[in-house]
């Protein structure tokens, strides 16, 4: 077991929490990780403009303000050498404001949202909302990219009493389309504190235009999702748990940016041989296939830019196999109450380690030798390990890990922290998990070269 306090594991916890709080959408999460790689000295680089890397620098670019990949380059790395990548994604299940949203029914004015990967929706009903996300506005001759995120509950999906549906607890099957609508005001109200103009804009926008101080006409798109107004916070009645929405996959993106940030420090890259990279990519929870997701040829075409090398044509394709990526990703703890879903000799514990999530159907990415890497590295790191399998008679969810090691060929390890609740609108972990996953991250970076220079085969 590592060797840290009880006052250590809560201060890191209390930090992470202090993230989470700022991120309600993926674009707010690459915002704050930008504020914290800048303060740290990171350099920001444009996808568009030639890159002048130099050893023991530090870079981070982004895409579509959703997707960020930062990198610290090893004082002794040349062309050729290996990658040492950790990557996570910075979207969650959600409810999203569809283009025409506004609905009225009834004496309600409602808003039109679309279902967002394979949420848990049932959670979504009676709870404190609001709207968070990005608008595209006209500033003059530009387009400003404005974040907007309305800190207090401006909606609802109110549940339907027991005594209009008496078999709500044995069979509670929401029709996604009608029953998920969220009530934003009466249209009684609307009318008596804004007039009746036939011509007014729906009361969302306008909402959103007094938040940003922005007309209308100024809107020309915007990308919004619902999120809890509940703020994440530590539970439980020894303060151990850490009961938050967007664990899945916040917590990976947080520490793994702080461990990348922490290893830097001291002059941590003059002796490392490799690039240190984190990269936070959007769109997991659909399936990664976009312009910013890992399905995307972003992540290699960063990696073929950073191994061109005048004096070797072949210097990617030597990077690739002394490479390596953990695909971190929030892995599911034993149910208490459902203890007969987790297969008998693989159930994750919380606060016995981060977990390493194999398949042998490729839904993870781990391989015999990726965990022995790992687990070389989690020994190094006093960080405890755990392993997960799925039953034979339950599906098998997946990551970004089997997209990157079969785009890349690059060895790849699918870990996560051990999580009740996933996907539900409010998630549950341990505060031990967010030291834990820092600690082994910050140890792989600084190690793996040393560890891959071990393999006797």
């Avoid at 920001?44 to 982004?62: A, G, M, N």
């Avoid at 990198?71 to 050498?81: C, K, P, R, T």
């Avoid at 729906?202 to 007309?215: D, K, M, R, Y």
Wanted: charge should be negative; charged fraction near 20%.
């Amino acid at each position: 077991m590592a060797s840290y306090t009880k006052d250590a594991v809560q201060t890191a916890a209390k930090q992470f929490l202090q993230f989470i709080n700022k991120s309600p959408s993926p674009y707010h999460a690459v915002s704050e990780v930008k504020k914290r790689l800048l303060a740290a000295g990171f350099a920001e680089l444009r996808e568009s403009e030639p890159w002048h890397i130099e050893q023991k620098q530090k870079y981070f670019l982004t895409r579509n303000q959703s997707t960020l990949i930062a990198f610290a380059v090893g004082g002794n790395f040349q062309a050729g050498n290996g990658f040492s990548i950790v990557g996570a994604h910075t979207d969650s299940p959600c409810l999203k404001v569809k283009p025409n949203f506004d609905k009225e029914k009834f004496g309600y004015r409602s808003v039109g949202v679309e279902c967002y990967g394979g949420g848990t929706w049932h959670t979504w009903f009676d709870r404190d909302l609001t709207i968070a996300g990005r608008i595209l506005v006209k500033a003059g001759e530009q387009i400003d990219h404005r974040l907007l995120f309305i800190e207090r509950p401006i909606l609802r999906v109110p549940n339907i009493a027991i005594h209009l549906q008496r078999d709500m607890n044995e069979k509670f099957c929401p029709n996604k389309e009608t029953h998920l609508q969220p009530v934003l005001a009466t249209t009684v109200q609307e009318q008596l504190q804004g007039g009746e103009e036939k011509d007014k804009m729906p009361l969302l926008f306008t909402l959103i235009c007094n938040e940003l101080g922005v007309s209308r006409e100024d809107i020309l798109s915007y990308d919004l999702c619902l999120a809890d107004t509940q703020p994440a916070v530590i539970g439980g009645a020894l303060n151990e748990f850490l009961f938050s929405p967007r664990l899945d996959n916040l917590l990976n993106t947080y520490t793994a940016v702080e461990a990348l940030i922490e290893s830097c420090e001291n002059d941590g890259l003059r002796e490392d041989p490799n690039i240190r990279m984190v990269s936070l990519f959007d769109n997991e929870e659909v399936g990664s296939e976009s312009a910013q997701g890992a399905a995307s040829s972003l992540q290699e075409w960063i990696l073929r830019r950073l191994s061109v090398s005048s004096g070797s044509l072949t210097a990617f394709e030597e990077a690739m196999p002394k490479s390596y990526m953990l695909s971190a990703d929030q892995a599911h703890a034993v149910h208490p109450n459902y203890s007969e879903k987790h297969e008998d000799n693989h159930r994750a514990e919380l606060h016995k380690g981060i977990v390493i999530k194999i398949n042998s159907n490729q839904r993870y990415a781990t391989t015999a030798i990726t965990s022995a890497i790992l687990k070389e590295v989690g020994k190094r790191a006093q960080v405890p390990l755990q392993e997960f399998v799925v039953r034979n008679d339950s599906p098998c969810g997946s990551t970004i890990g089997p997209i990157m090691a079969a785009k890349l060929g690059m060895p790849t390890a699918d870990i996560g922290a051990p999580q009740l609740s996933m996907h539900s609108i409010r998630e549950m972990c341990c505060t031990t998990s967010v030291m834990q996953c820092i600690m082994l991250y910050k140890e792989y970076f600084k190690s793996y070269p040393s560890v891959y220079a071990s393999l006797n085969f």
